[in-house]
């Protein structure tokens, strides 16, 4: 007889609530901590978002599965497919500022006894449609 709290659902819950508390640990860092878990969230090769898409991509091939069965109606299949293009395109996206991020976490090279004078930047929004 198996264990049911090694089921694949329980493993769900279980990475749900980990989000959850992750999530608190992250309004709670510092900035140097919160670049190390955001680095961490954000890796492209092993990182949280990663994984996520790939979950959603395995979801969107039963999802397929099924609908080629009719037991989905093809909509929830075509919706799953494209959250999870959806989800790869944020996640090259992330990947272009990972560096940046990496770098807030990073004591400075060189030690200044005075700080350096904050520089503004434009906020860019991109919108998708």
């Known amino acids: 007889?198996?264990?049911p709290s090694n089921s694949p659902?329980?493993?769900?819950r279980d990475i749900a609530?980990?989000?959850r508390v992750l999530d608190e640990y992250l309004t709670q860092a510092t900035p140097s901590q919160a670049a190390e878990i955001l680095?961490?969230?954000?890796?492209l090769e092993d990182g949280l978002v990663t994984g996520v898409t790939h979950l959603v991509e395995t979801g969107s091939r039963f999802a397929q599965g099924q609908a080629h069965r009719g037991m989905?109606?093809?909509e929830v299949w075509l919706a799953m497919g494209r959250?999870?293009?959806?989800?790869?395109?944020?996640?090259?996206?992330?990947?272009e500022h990972t560096d940046a991020i990496?770098?807030?976490g990073r004591p400075?090279?060189?030690v200044s006894t005075t700080p350096p004078n904050p520089v503004a930047s434009a906020m860019v929004v991109r919108r998708s449609r």
């Not at 959250?83 to 996206?93: K, M, P, Q, W």
Request: aromatic content about 6%; proline content about 8%; glycine content about 2%.
């Open 102 to 104: 990496k770098q807030l």
């Open 108 to 110: 400075p090279a060189a």
């Open 17 to 19: 609530f980990r989000l």
């Open 72 to 74: 989905l109606p093809p």
């Open 1 to 3: 007889m198996t264990d």
């Open 39 to 43: 680095s961490e969230v954000f890796d």
């Open 83 to 95: 959250s999870a293009n959806e989800l790869h395109r944020v996640g090259t996206d992330l990947d």
């Open 9 to 12: 659902v329980h493993l769900a």
